[in-house]
T-cell receptor
Framework: DSGVTQTPKHLITATGQRVTLRCSPRSGDLSVYWYQQSLDQGLQFLIQYYNGEERAKGNILERFSAQQFPDLHSELNLSSLELGDSALYFC??????????????FGNGTRLTVT | GQQVMQIPQYQHVQEGEDFTTYCNSSTTLSNIQWYKQRPGGHPVFLIQLVKSGEVKKQKRLTFQFGEAKKNSSLHITATQTTDVGTYFCAGHGGSQGNLIFGKGTKLSVKP
């Protein structure tokens, strides 16, 4: 058990809809990262938060947004969903920010299916 | 921007054979991390290399960081069926740099 909690485990929704994915980091970790993994694809970095502030942005679409709350949990919002958004979304946490080089601890992921 | 390339994409081996995956970065890395993702699972941190030319071992796994800190490798000796999964390298470019993952090498082991 990595200590990172992601909910829900599975999500099935229709095109054009909006969903929210939730992540609780490991106790003591200040950084939260979101990654997208499509079938047989690598891990695409979306966005990182450190202690409530956005630290870095990757290939995140404008239809996607995220935030980290004062209690350090994070939410990833996906709107105007398209079939191509179907993927496994991972949240990861670490003690430091990305420039600290500390290992990432991944949650079990949320599998999103857009029909 | 920084890119991390990993080869091969797939590797099929007979149980007992050795396996190696290679990772190359377009820029010098401050450190490199390796992760393993079992089928249906999430990536799990294996190790981090920081020093130029560093070599670390974990039982049958040997990790190397190149002298120029732009490439790395993971070698598994005498593979077992429990080694099945996708192995990712992730390069860190230093200050303000993010952890960039390679596309991974998917290892299958035939008993």
């Amino acid at each position: 058990d990595s200590g990172v909690t992601q909910t829900p485990k599975h999500l099935i929704t229709a095109t054009g809809q909006r969903v929210t994915l939730r992540c609780s980091p490991r106790s003591g970790d200040l950084s939260v990262y979101w990654y997208q993994q499509s079938l047989d694809q690598g891990l695409q970095f979306l966005i990182q938060y450190y202690n409530g502030e956005e630290r870095a942005k990757g290939n995140i679409l404008e239809r996607f947004s995220a935030q980290q709350f004062p209690d350090l949990h994070s939410e990833l919002n996906l709107s105007s969903l398209e079939l191509g958004d179907s993927a496994l979304y991972f949240c990861a946490s670490s003690v430091q920010g990305a420039d600290g080089g500390s290992p990432l601890h991944f949650g079990n992921g949320t599998r999103l299916t857009v029909t | 921007g920084q890119q991390v390339m990993q080869i091969p994409q797939y590797q099929h081996v007979q149980e007992g054979e050795d396996f190696t995956t290679y990772c190359n970065s377009s820029t010098t890395l401050s450190n490199i991390q390796w992760y393993k993702q079992r089928p249906g699972g999430h990536p799990v941190f294996l190790i981090q290399l920081v020093k130029s030319g560093e070599v670390k071992k974990q039982k049958r796994l040997t990790f190397q960081f190149g002298e120029a800190k732009k490439n790395s490798s993971l070698h598994i000796t005498a593979t077992q069926t429990t080694d099945v999964g996708t192995y990712f390298c992730a390069g860190h470019g230093g200050s303000q740099g993010n952890l960039i993952f390679g596309k991974g090498t998917k290892l299958s082991v035939k008993p």
